[in-house]
């Protein structure tokens, strides 16, 4: 069972969760396919973009997009799909495919953390629904991102951000609610608008200076870098013949200078 505490701010509200599964009435998933806004599609598949990049270097962990994830095995229309999720461990590969993750099956465990894209079609269900959920799952961090704006004001938004966190009781806070950028301890990054706010990024600082980059970014900038260092032994030849041809000349000139003051003696 859920309940709110409404702390002294709100930036702390936190979601109490009892430990066994529970569902509600209204959670079950839609099998209808809702389309995505550009916006939504494009700040999905770069954030997606970085985690995956960035977790080359992680051990045993996934990066998932519209993953199904249950938590209830009597009620399995009951999730989440997390627009882009951190699973760590990795869940293991059924015939190497992953179709869900289901917490009661050994080896599947919910996200450590994961992203919602707030919909500006329904977005109190981004504000209000989806932590609820997600504090059931057992998901250990939720980023809730508005890049439109469009949360409800009737549930103190529109926030840019929100960051949902777990602590070591287990109750799920909201500690952060503005407009970023935010640390995540779940990833090791701060959660950086871009782009005017229409787009999620990662860094390393809070000033958003040293971004983690996607693989395209990454292989484009080690190609820079390569362009740079051929451009560069380039000019270094350049000078050094340059340098060479100089010296010859300066070598004909003494010897010329040389032969002229033998004749004269």
Known sequence: MLRFESMNTARHLKLVVDRRPQSR??????????????????STGLIEAILSFRARSWPNTRI?????????????????????????????????NLRSVRTWIPGHKAPIFAVEMVSDTNPRKDYEIAPEKYAESGTGELCIFDPMLAGPKSLGGPYRLQLWCRDESGEFRRVYAGSGPVYSPAIGGYLVPVEDGRKLRIAEDEAGIHLWPTAEEAERSAKEVEQKAKEMERKAKEMERKAKEEALLRVAFFEAALRKTTKKE
């Open 64 to 96: 998932a997009r519209d993953l199904a994830i249950r938590w209830d095995e009597r009620n399995p229309k009951i999730g989440i799909d997390p627009d882009v999720c951190v699973l760590c461990p990795a869940p293991p590969l059924e015939n190497g």
């Open 25 to 42: 009435r209204g959670w079950e998933l839609s099998e209808e396919t809702m389309p995505q806004s550009i916006v939504h599609n494009d």
